[in-house]
């Protein structure tokens, strides 16, 4: 190759001993061979090929990272941006949150209080006491139900919360609901059916407390966001591919479909919902306490209503 070329001269382009590239020079006009000093006068010319190559590469690989840089940066800031934006939503769900809760313990408390205080004063007939303990076993245990909530979720974020896994019957955690949650359902004139399979579900191994406030909560749920006078919610338990499968839904305002995927989030509650006492940490702690025992609760436009799969 180098004949066909009539290169007549290889001089090794180096950098600190190191080869980096070649000089080849081609024969005179003359067709005279080069000198000694022809020669070395090229070899001093190389060294500054290499001195100005070095320099060229170093400068093409800072381009280039000062442009990987700004990309990297730009995406930085961008996802910094985004964090910043999540932590001041977060702060202000946390301070909605925080107002709802006091609410939510106050409003119990206060009635509570106060009926206490009548029958201390002897304001209320014996005849009429036996109503008044009633509204406060109701008040009692919504503030029960509440904390309950609240313990849950600070021991489900700090990984402390204990499962007690016993042999239960779904069924049978169901009935219990329905029975605590019948007073207030027929207060707000909303019926709950349950309709259970022709084949008893087979026995599960599970927290029966924990699986109680799952069901208690989505039930509790549906009597709570309820706007239709007639408001029916219907409960179904069936079995199929060694599943079983717990179904909630209402006729009432259902959910809009593009916050599905907000629901299950902590501190949301949906812009129709925010005139109804909740707390938004419900159903975040539903899915927590699901996924604890390999559970999954689901909310989907091809099939209404919640749905819980164990």
Not at 65 to 87: D, P, R, W, Y
Not at 118 to 128: F, L, R, S, T, V
Not at 268 to 277: G, Y
Request: glycine share 4%.
């Amino acid at each position: 190759w180098l004949e066909e070329q009539e290169i007549h001269v290889v001089i090794p382009v180096q950098l600190e001993a190191r080869i980096i590239g070649a000089l080849f020079v081609s024969a005179k006009k003359s067709r005279d061979a080069f000198t000694q000093e022809e020669v070395e006068s090229l070899e001093l010319l190389t060294s500054q090929f290499a001195v100005a190559l070095e320099k060229a590469k170093l400068f093409a690989e800072v381009q280039t990272f000062n442009i990987k840089l700004q990309e990297e940066v730009k995406k930085a800031t961008g996802e910094l941006q985004e964090a910043n934006e999540h932590l001041q939503q977060l702060d202000k769900a946390k301070s909605e949150f925080l107002s709802i809760a006091a609410h939510q313990l106050r409003t119990p408390l206060t009635g509570i209080k106060g009926y206490l205080s009548m029958i201390e004063a002897g304001e209320i007939e014996q005849k009429d006491q036996m109503g008044i303990i009633h509204d406060l076993y109701g008040q009692a245990d919504r503030l029960s139900r509440v904390v309950n909530v609240f313990l849950n979720v600070s021991r489900i974020e700090a990984g402390r919360l204990k499962l007690d896994f016993t042999e239960m019957k779904l069924e049978e955690v169901v009935d219990s609901v329905m029975m605590e949650l019948n007073a207030i359902a027929k207060k707000k004139k909303v019926t709950v059916t349950f309709k259970k399979p022709e084949k008893a579900t087979p026995t599960l191994f599970m927290d029966q407390d924990k699986i109680h406030d799952v069901v208690m909560n989505l039930v509790d749920n549906a009597i709570k966001y309820t706007a239709n006078a007639k408001k029916i919610i219907q409960i179904s338990l069936h079995e199929n591919n060694n599943f079983i499968y717990l179904q909630f839904k209402d006729n009432g305002e259902g959910i809009n479909k593009q916050d599905y995927s907000k629901v299950f989030d902590r501190f949301v509650r949906l812009e129709k919902h925010r005139q109804t006492d909740g707390n938004g940490l419900g159903l975040s702690m539903v899915k927590a306490i699901l996924k604890l025992h390999n559970a999954t609760i689901s909310l989907s436009s091809n099939k209404p209503g919640l749905i819980v799969e164990i």
